[in-house]
Structures are given as C-alpha cells and as structure tokens.
C-alpha cells in the first residue's frame, strides 16, 4: 500500500510566521481601512482602525506590507 505524506507548508507557500496587512483605503472618520493575511496572502481578514492602532498593530505582528491591490480583486481575476 502506498502511504502519501500531507504536502508541507514550504510545497503550498503557506509560513505561518508570516503576516501581511495592504491597505484599501482610509474611512472619513480617519480608520485606516485594510486586509490583514497570515501565512499567506491569498486569503485575508479587512479590518479598520485608527492610525495610531493601526502602526502599533503592524509593528506587533511583523507585517509585511503588500501593494494596494484588494485579495477579493484578485479573486474575481480568476
């Protein structure tokens, strides 16, 4: 019998240690309006939040920032 191995996260491109936030815009109220991903930046989260917040929000998580192009955007390309 043949035994598969799960492919590992190096095969997908996921890395877990890895966050990624791109911003989409900014709210009237002045919130920073953007997606935050982990892992990978296939699949995100969109969140708001003050400029403040939102600087110590990257530097807590590490995030690489990504260029303004929305992930449902690039979903619908597909």
């Not at 491109?13 to 935050?36: K, L, M, Q, Y």
């Not at 939102?54 to 690039?74: I, K, T």
Request: hydrophobic share 35%; charged share 25%.
């Amino acid at each position: 019998m043949h035994q598969t191995t799960p492919a590992s996260h190096a095969d997908t491109g996921f890395d877990p240690a890895r966050r990624f936030v791109r911003v989409t815009g900014s709210h009237a109220h002045g919130f920073i309006e953007f997606e935050f991903s982990i892992g990978s930046d296939e699949l995100c989260v969109e969140l708001m939040l003050p400029p403040d917040a939102f600087d110590e929000f990257c530097l807590v998580q590490h995030a690489e920032r990504l260029p303004a192009q929305r992930c449902s955007q690039d979903a619908a390309d597909e």
